[in-house]
């Protein structure tokens, strides 16, 4: 593990670890949060390498300094973050809808698609995500990821249960509505469809 150092009004410490940068930056209070971010920013993602780290961190900036922590650890973010689980918990500690943006948008396509395995995972990421997030998180993943990853009728209902009613459209729209009859393998599977679908459309779903 490579120490880097950072020099706060001529004090110096060196800095290995995410539980290390934490200390640092609980000890100056916030007033010197961007200065060490600055001076580590080409290290971050070295420093900052699973999501308990990362967890730590956030949790002792500012969102703005989120920011720049998050645009510093870049591409690394996938490797970061690690599972789905894990992004679910971070986003459940993110309160701005413009930091959970920007921790996707990092992650991207490929790394949401990596993380995500199957319906639940998606499920528990769109619970936690505030204002357009949702949209964000449907648009990385894309519509053949999506039809590829829901085979039934009780796991797109899992989902559909998780978004908002104009997100569920949004949703429908693109995995085709007409690809939704096919999803239904059983009787269980029309009984999640009927409870979890937009209103109205349960009646189409039965004709």
Do not use: N
């Amino acid at each position: 593990m490579v120490a880097h150092t950072i020099t706060i009004d001529g004090d110096s410490a060196q800095i290995a670890s995410a539980a290390e940068l934490v200390v640092a930056l609980d000890v100056l209070q916030g007033h010197h949060d961007r200065e060490v971010l600055a001076q580590l920013h080409s290290h971050l993602h070295e420093i900052v390498t699973d999501a308990r780290g990362l967890h730590d961190t956030l949790k002792v900036l500012s969102p703005d300094d989120v920011l720049l922590l998050i645009e510093a650890i870049g591409p690394a973010m996938p490797s970061v973050v690690g599972s789905a689980s894990a992004l679910r918990g971070l986003l459940a500690a993110i309160a701005e809808t413009q930091v959970e943006e920007a921790l996707l948008r990092a992650l991207g396509s490929a790394g949401l698609r990596e993380l995500i395995g199957s319906p639940g995972d998606l499920a528990g990421v769109l619970e936690w995500v505030y204002g357009q997030c949702d949209e964000l998180v449907l648009e990385l993943l894309g519509a053949q990821f999506l039809r590829t990853l829901m085979r039934t009728g009780a796991e797109l209902a899992l989902v559909l249960r998780s978004l908002e009613h104009q997100r569920q459209e949004e949703l429908l729209g693109m995995i085709g509505w007409e690809r939704v009859p096919a999803l239904v393998m059983d009787e269980q599977d029309l009984a999640h469809l009927m409870r979890a679908l937009p209103g109205g459309l349960s009646c189409e779903l039965l004709e």
